[in-house]
Structures are given as C-alpha cells and as structure tokens.
C-alpha cells in the first residue's frame, strides 16, 4: 500500500543543535513528496517539497529534505534548531494522477534551552 | 481569498446532533479536501473534490458523514448523529495543480469539534 511513515513520535534536541527527521516511504514509483509543519493551534504550513530532479531540495526557515531512493527516504534537516521550530512535522506523499495525499503520524519536536 | 478559511474554529455539541462544518478554499483552486486529526494522530484523509468530477469519497468512515461543493467553491462537511469518537480537528484543504503533476495543499487552521 501507498504510505509514508515516519518512526519517531517524538524528538528533543537543544536549541543550535542540528535536526534530522525520518521518513520513509512506499510507492510503486516515484512519489511527490512534501513535508509540512504545524505550530500549537496552528494549520499546517508547507516547508518544501519534491517532485523530481535535485534530490536535495530547499525549503522555507532553513529546512532542507533529502531523497534518497535506494533508502526510500526523504528526512528533513536543519544544520541550527531554533526555539521557534518547536511544533509538529508531517511528511506526506502522493504519486502521479493520485488524489489523496497520504500523511505520516507526525513528528512533535521539541526544542530546550 | 487569501488562504483557506474554516468556520466554525470550534464547535461542541451533544451525542446525536448534526454539525455542519464550512471551508472556503483559495479562489481557483480547483482541488478540495477533507481531512481528519484526531488527538495523537495523523492526518485521515475523509474525501477529495476536483472541479466537475465525481468526489473521492473514499475516506469517509461511515455513512453519518457527508459532504458537497456547491458552485465549485464552498464546501460543507456534514456529520449527522454525532459520536464521541468524531470528536477531532477537521481540517480543509485547496490546491492547484501544478504543471508538475503534484498536488500542493494549502491548508486552512481546521475545526475542532468537542462532542460530549
């Protein structure tokens, strides 16, 4: 079945530490690929998001993506955490002529002093 | 408008009543979705309207849900004979298909619905 999966539910890290956070996917093909955040009583806000080419791909507050096929994996990285990125991260992925874009369980990043 | 926008942002209701929740989506998105978060959870997709087309209704739970898109715009989501376990944040979301393929989702900030 068509998924993304992301293993951990919760990660801690201090603030200026750098970030990685897992997902993994399973399509017959190539998915689109996105990751979005969501701040405490918030809607969730695209961070970035692949399609296909550069598998390294840029999005906003400093996060970058990786896709890696041979790992089925598109993590998200940031070198420096800031307080502000405290919040829930989803990955999520659809494939080519699909409606439904299918999400992870989510990620809750929480960042100390 | 500018975003997508929800109404109510929170609605609590007894066992057994109908709610109704509302989304506005960015106009000329063409795409329309539904989806649910419950407490601790991710992301359950409940249904998908694109343009003139038949909706993907694949995601809703049961019969007691239900939803239409007048005029290609507006849609309502209807929960009829409301149950504890609907209790969730419903969130609505709009696209625009790009000339990639790939549906990008801008999401509205949802509606929480308590029922007691």
């Known amino acids: 079945a068509q998924s993304v999966t992301q293993p951990d539910i919760h990660i801690t890290v201090s603030e200026g530490a750098s970030l990685e956070l897992r997902c993994n996917y399973s399509?017959?093909?190539?998915?689109?690929l996105f990751w979005y955040v969501q701040s405490p009583g918030q809607g969730l806000q695209l961070l970035l998001k692949y399609f296909s080419g550069d598998t390294l791909v840029q999005g906003i507050k400093g996060f970058e993506a990786e896709f890696k096929r041979s790992q089925s994996s598109f993590n998200l990285r940031k070198p420096s955490v800031h307080w502000s990125d405290a919040a829930e991260y989803f990955c999520a992925g659809h494939q080519t002529g699909a409606n439904n874009l299918f999400f992870g369980t989510g990620t809750r990043l929480t960042v100390i002093p | 408008g500018a975003g997508v926008s929800q109404s109510p942002s929170n609605k609590v209701t007894e066992k057994g009543k109908d709610v109704e929740l509302r989304c506005d989506p960015i106009?000329?998105?063409?795409?329309l979705y539904w989806y649910r978060q419950s407490l601790g959870q991710g992301l359950e997709f409940l249904i998908y309207?694109?343009?003139?087309?038949?909706?993907?209704k694949s995601g809703l739970p049961s019969d007691r849900f239900s939803a239409e898109r007048t005029g290609g715009s507006v849609s309502t989501l209807t929960i009829q004979r409301t149950q504890q376990e609907d209790s969730a944040v419903y969130l609505c979301a709009s696209s625009r298909v790009t000339g990639a393929g790939a549906n990008v989702l801008t999401f509205g900030a949802g509606s929480r619905l308590t029922v007691l």
């Open positions: 309207f694109q343009g003139n087309s038949a909706p993907d």
């Open positions: 399509y017959g093909a190539t998915p689109y």
């Open positions: 106009s000329g998105h063409t795409a």
